[in-house]
């Protein structure tokens, strides 16, 4: 990449970051993410997971034994990326890096669960009786980065 290239590149990322009411609309609508943890060989381990915003930090739960949950109890290091559109024209999302904090306590497991309105209540029901072998993985971004394709209007 010429260095003229980089320097038309950085107004780009800035012209098609989310302003801070866009992320928040877009991470109350958009509810599933990709989280990346890192496996003991150093590989990365990627699943979907639900998950809701509040006072700046993301919430999800686990069950204690998931491979995610060990590899965070090693290292606590993770990605999280939330995206949508099809074309390139259409993508908007947000990726995350950050520290992931691993909860126990049944009581914040269970406000955790109960948060996610969208589960059926007969659902919900049966996943807070669950609580006890889950865990609450709070993550506390560090780096945030978003961008919505379609601020650039079809060009590239």
Same mark, same amino acid.
């Given at each position: /990449?010429?260095?003229?290239?980089? #320097?038309?590149?950085?107004?780009?990322?800035?012209? $098609?970051?989310?302003?801070? @009411?866009?992320? @928040?609309?877009? +991470?109350?609508?958009?509810?599933?993410?990709?989280?990346? %943890? #890192?496996?003991? *060989?150093?590989?990365?381990?990627?699943?979907? /997971?639900?998950?809701?915003?509040?006072?700046?930090?993301?919430? /999800? %739960?686990?069950?204690?034994?998931?491979?995610?949950?060990?590899?965070?109890?090693?290292?606590?290091?993770?990605?999280? /990326?939330? *995206?949508?559109?099809?074309?390139?024209? *259409?993508? !908007?999302? #947000?990726? #995350?890096?950050?520290?992931?904090?691993? $909860?126990?306590?049944?009581?914040?497991?269970?406000?955790?669960?109960?948060?996610? !309105?969208?589960?059926?209540?007969?659902?919900?029901?049966?996943?807070?009786?669950?609580?006890?072998?889950?865990?609450?993985?709070?993550?506390?971004?560090?780096? $945030? %980065?978003?961008?919505?394709?379609?601020? +650039?209007?079809?060009?590239?």
């Amino acid at each position: /990449m010429a260095v003229d290239d980089r #320097v038309a590149a950085v107004p780009r990322r800035r012209q $098609i970051r989310f302003t801070r @009411d866009e992320q @928040d609309a877009f +991470l109350r609508e958009n509810t599933k993410c990709a989280l990346a %943890t #890192v496996d003991k *060989e150093g590989f990365p381990h990627v699943v979907a /997971m639900g998950f809701y915003v509040e006072d700046g930090a993301f919430y /999800m %739960t686990s069950y204690a034994k998931a491979q995610k949950v060990v590899n965070i109890r090693r290292n606590p290091k993770i990605g999280l /990326m939330v *995206e949508t559109g099809n074309g390139y024209a *259409e993508l !908007r999302g #947000v990726m #995350v890096r950050g520290a992931c904090e691993i $909860i126990d306590d049944v009581d914040v497991v269970r406000q955790v669960m109960n948060h996610r !309105r969208n589960a059926p209540e007969s659902g919900r029901r049966g996943a807070l009786d669950r609580a006890r072998k889950r865990v609450v993985l709070k993550i506390t971004p560090h780096k $945030i %980065t978003s961008w919505d394709h379609r601020k +650039l209007g079809g060009g590239y």
